[in-house]
């Protein structure tokens, strides 16, 4: 057993002392991976929180994996970071994967999760709104440019028979969108978890749908094509790590929430554990590559070239790349 030294990273403590020949000849870590370091970006809302206890489970570093944190509060702009290749890995959805690929030849690696159920069009409790469609003319808090505000704007609002100019869209990032919600500026908001069980505990807002209905939101884990092309055998350990911690949100689904659960505290979110307990609730984590994905993507592809997002379609078999996972499951 290696026992690393106080104040020294693993990576550290591997190259001081040789370990990583040790490790080889010895059937222990692969060199390769440990000295791969990730910079992990992640969303601070409930679909990054898998990620989070990821980073925190102390599962990659037995892969020899080592992570930097890029928290943001929505994965179009840990997109946006990793279009900008300031971000090696990230989360989000698939009209924000697809603008990312179209952008930035971004790839997906593997689905982590779906987050429909965490995802939701509220409007303010004391408006006496029950319907989408009585959003017309309304002022709307959505995350613009987000996999939610796209499928708010081209999906449901249309079946509500709403367009764009029928309503006002107040871009606000969506942790902050229960204030404005407090303060009357908004009429309603298009959020995410914890952020939607908050406003609903505190009595300021009522759900019109949930994005279930319309997409279950399966999540993606995409990486940089420069990461992807030098670090083949670290992604498939990483993804060997994301199986393991799976396995944990069955298990030992306490364990896991007490982990998060800290972290909002530490955030100075003020939430009790019943209401944590119905948001995080919400995330299916299901580490995999479910079959129907091309077909799923190219919808929403057609949505955003209608929408002139995008110019084309993308060539699936260069954009998803399912071949680490199918070896990390092997």
């Not at 309304?138 to 440019?145: F, H």
């Not at 995409?222 to 992807?228: L, M, S, Y």
């Not at 007490?258 to 972290?263: E, L």
């Amino acid at each position: 057993m290696k026992i690393l030294h106080a104040g020294m990273s693993r990576r550290e403590m591997l190259a001081a002392t040789g370990a990583t020949v040790l490790g080889a000849s010895f059937g222990g870590l692969n060199p390769a991976l440990a000295a791969t370091t990730i910079r992990q970006g992640y969303q601070t809302n409930m679909w990054g929180m898998p990620t989070y206890y990821l980073m925190k489970s102390g599962v990659l570093e037995k892969h020899g994996i080592d992570v930097k944190e890029f928290p943001v509060p929505s994965g179009n702009l840990t997109m946006q970071q990793m279009v900008a290749r300031q971000v090696d890995l990230g989360t989000y959805a698939g009209p924000s994967f697809i603008i990312g690929h179209s952008k930035g030849g971004l790839l997906a690696i593997s689905v982590i999760e779906n987050v429909g159920k965490t995802a939701r069009v509220m409007a303010r409790k004391d408006l006496g709104i029950t319907e989408v469609k009585q959003l017309k003319g309304k002022k709307i808090a959505n995350q613009t440019g987000s996999s939610t505000g796209n499928i708010f704007v081209n999906q449901i609002m249309p079946k509500a028979g709403l367009e764009k100019g029928d309503y006002q869209e107040i871009r606000t990032n969506v942790n902050d969108m229960v204030a404005a919600m407090a303060a009357k500026t908004v009429d309603a908001m298009v959020c995410v978890e914890p952020y939607n069980s908050i406003a609903e505990a505190d009595g300021l807002a009522v759900t019109l749908v949930d994005f279930y209905s319309f997409d279950k939101l399966p999540v993606f884990m995409a990486a940089t094509p420069e990461f992807v092309d030098k670090n083949g055998d670290a992604i498939v350990g990483y993804l060997k790590a994301w199986l393991e911690v799976a396995k944990d949100f069955k298990e030992k689904p306490d364990h896991v929430a007490d982990v998060v659960y800290k972290f909002y505290g530490t955030k100075g979110y003020k939430m009790s554990r019943d209401t944590f307990n119905e948001a995080f609730g919400r995330v299916e984590v299901a580490p995999g590559w479910p079959e129907g994905l091309e077909d799923y993507m190219t919808m929403h592809a057609k949505v955003l070239i209608e929408a002139k997002r995008i110019k084309a379609v993308p060539d699936w078999s260069k954009a998803l790349r399912p071949e680490f996972m199918k070896k990390a499951m092997a």
